[in-house]
């Protein structure tokens, strides 16, 4: 027992050292990228001039480095970054409050979202790499001006806004040069957080309408690795729904994303949880528990059920030929993933524009009553009460009352309605009112607008 905390001792040890080190890391490319990206703008953002050798080598930036100027202590003073305890995300609450980051905050972690080769994110390895459509979707647009949107624009950490309705785009705003338009743009791919979850539901109803898949109700015990584990003799739709009796396995502080072991869901494969966290336990009561683990699950399952080559093909069938994407996207591998015991996360990357396309898609399909929209209107038939703690009167997560196959649905005051939402952290918020035809969609670095006004509202009003 003494060998075993002294091994898992040392192991903290050594990866409290070695996260150290890539923080310092990231930070000193944070900087090199601020000089060669934001220079015309040196004093704007708070520089103090350099000093000594380093004021000759501004220009130069192969010099600057190798002469340690980025690390000078005084070339970012006013450059107040906070990184919360070295997290890899802004948190959006601490202690119950809402965090409200300031400019350069928001910027450090767009930079290290988009940048980074240390994340799981624009860097991280690829798992089903899907290239631009040979015949992209091409909106129709009828814009109109939206000052208070605008104004957010320039206020918040919002990235983009657009509004859908009609069949044309009519409000399509972003994030101004001197704010974060420098960064991101119509070609940016940015992380889906778990907007990816809905994403995976929605490749689950095209593997059912194809045949791989049998239905909704259908066991996944046909999977070897679930043999003998807490998932064994569950239907896709407890799974789906969030509700497979799974929530005392995970962390009491973060039960989305960490095992009650300590291990992070998104750098675990499902072959690995099997083996370590879901080995011999059965589950207890089913009701809605999130967690990021289960739509993992699903889309391994999917590619278990027909191939890595098939599910390939499928995908690029729904995503370049369907939907039509613009700009290429990929979903994520987790960092433990192998030859042996390859898997994929729910986590993606794509623009901003082939968001909308992917919510378009959906709205196409319930409307027209296909498979899929088939499939999508039995998720509504089939959803179920999420738990009070969830619920707030602020945002998309907690104005939902029900839970409906990996996504949100039940808005207050419309829960009989067919509104669907694939909200994820930090502000990627889709909108989908399948009856009223409209599509309201954010992009953001941190949940600091008012969604409240900015989405529900337009959805429930129509303004």
């Not at 996260?19 to 990231?26: G, I, L, T, V, Y």
């Not at 999130?290 to 390939?312: A, D, R, S």
Request: glycine residues 6%; aromatic residues 14%.
């Amino acid at each position: 027992m003494k060998k075993i905390i002294v091994f898992l001792t040392l192991s903290f040890f050594i990866y409290a050292n070695s996260f150290a080190d890539r923080q310092e890391e990231r930070f000193s490319k944070f900087n090199k990228w601020l000089v060669q990206n934001e220079f015309k703008d040196y004093y704007k953002l708070g520089f103090a001039e350099p000093t000594g050798k380093c004021k000759d080598l501004e220009k130069f930036s192969n010099l600057w480095y190798y002469n340690k100027c980025d690390k000078q202590k005084k070339i970012i003073p006013n450059y107040n970054v906070n990184t919360y305890n070295g997290n890899s995300e802004i948190p959006e609450l601490i202690n119950n409050k809402v965090v409200k980051p300031n400019h350069e905050t928001l910027l450090y972690y767009f930079w290290s979202y988009v940048h980074a080769d240390d994340r799981n994110w624009a860097s991280a390895p690829r798992h089903s790499d899907i290239q631009p459509s040979d015949n992209p979707y091409q909106f129709e647009f009828n814009l109109r001006e939206d000052k208070y949107i605008k104004k957010q624009m320039q206020k918040t950490a919002l990235l983009s806004y657009m509004l859908y309705e009609d069949g044309k785009i009519v409000i399509d705003e972003m994030s101004p040069k001197d704010k974060f338009g420098k960064v991101f743009t119509n070609e940016t791919q940015f992380h889906s957080q778990s907007v990816g979850k809905s994403l995976a539901s929605y490749i689950l109803g095209h593997a059912i309408c194809k045949g791989y898949v049998e239905s909704i109700d259908s066991k996944i015990n046909d999977w070897p690795i679930i043999k003998n584990s807490i998932y064994h003799d569950q239907k896709i739709i407890d799974i789906i729904n969030m509700a497979a009796g799974d929530q005392a396995y995970f962390s009491k502080d973060n039960p989305s994303n960490r095992y009650k072991t300590g291990r992070s869901v998104s750098n675990t494969t499902p072959k690995k949880a099997m083996e370590n966290e879901f080995k011999e336990l059965k589950p207890s009561k089913k009701k809605y528990a999130y967690n990021n683990f289960l739509p993992h699950l699903i889309l391994n399952y999917v590619i278990f059920k027909i191939g890595e080559e098939k599910y390939q093909e499928l995908i690029d069938e729904i995503f370049r030929k369907k939907i039509g994407i613009e700009h290429g996207m990929f979903f994520v591998e987790p960092e433990t993933s192998e030859p042996g015991d390859r898997s994929t996360t729910s986590t993606l990357l794509a623009t901003r524009y082939d968001y909308l396309r992917m919510s378009k898609a959906m709205l196409d399909d319930w409307q027209n009553d296909t498979c899929e929209g088939k499939y999508l209107k039995s998720l509504f038939e089939r959803k179920i009460k999420k738990n009070e703690q969830w619920e707030n009167n602020k945002d998309a997560f907690g104005l939902t009352k029900y839970y409906a196959g990996f996504f949100h649905t039940g808005l207050k005051g419309m829960k009989n309605r067919p509104i669907f939402i694939m909200d994820g952290y930090g502000g990627q918020i889709f909108t989908i009112d399948f009856e009223r035809g409209r599509i309201v969609a954010t992009i953001a670095i941190h949940r600091d607008f008012n969604w409240k006004k900015m989405g529900y509202s337009v959805i429930k009003k129509g303004k």
